[in-house]
């Protein structure tokens, strides 16, 4: 039933692949937890997904996860760049952190500064002046991000983007997931301790779903870090710029 879910999700509310996969699925992992403990106290009343995300889309919920998701992925993106040292197109526009060889910087830095109208800084110049030579790369990105905004021209940038903010806004809820994941543990159990205190046999069922929450706390708590995060956000931001070559050409 569950991989029927998107194809449903999109029906309802005729969300765009971005908004399904980057905003609304980080929310319902976050929320999974609860599911799993309501299945645990109420076994015969889940009959499977389809109902609930019927209703949930009716409701706008779906709509209000979306917003959920991206919004807290956007409110701790700024502690992700202080960690890493600025943004990954930013430090790959610089002379001294950029991964790319300097050939390869150099033709991306030409590009660049033909649409902006302004030269790209030299390494002495950005030695000189770091502040003004990141304003200036910063600059050249929102350029980058204005002129690929087609998902069909650009479709390998776009599904590096969508990947990014996947784990980005995961990583934005990753408090309250852990604290879900606790709460809703305690309450798979709960059924178990009820029934071993009136001597009744134990349900298998709070057995299961309190294993699945805790896999998916060990989850959290191990997999979803900045490094996990960083893995896509340097392989959009590698291939944001690569778009160098492809507006160069059509310019």
Known sequence: MMDKCPGLLKRCVKLDTYTLR???MPAFLVLLPIGLALAAWFPGQFHGWKPVVAAAAYCGLLLWLAELGRDQG???????????????TTRMLRHRHSALDPVTLAR????????IGKPFPNREDEEFDE????????????????????????GLLFKENVSYGFRRNLWGMKSAAVAICCGSLIASVIPLYLAATDQQPLPLLPYFMGIAVVVLLVWWLLRVTPKWVRLPANAY??????S??????LK
Not at 74 to 88: N, R, Y
Not at 244 to 249: G, T
């Open 22 to 24: 980057a905003r609304l």
């Open 74 to 88: 956007k409110l701790k993106e700024p502690a992700l760049f202080a960690l890493w040292g600025g943004k990954p």
């Open 108 to 115: 991306y830095h030409a590009v660049m500064g033909k649409f």
């Open 131 to 154: 502040r003004a030579a990141d304003d200036l790369y910063e600059s050249g990105v929102k350029m980058l991000l204005e002129k690929t905004r087609d998902q069909e021209q650009f």
């Open 237 to 242: 931001a590698q291939r944001l710029l690569a």
């Open 244 to 249: 160098c070559d492809s507006l160069d050409s």
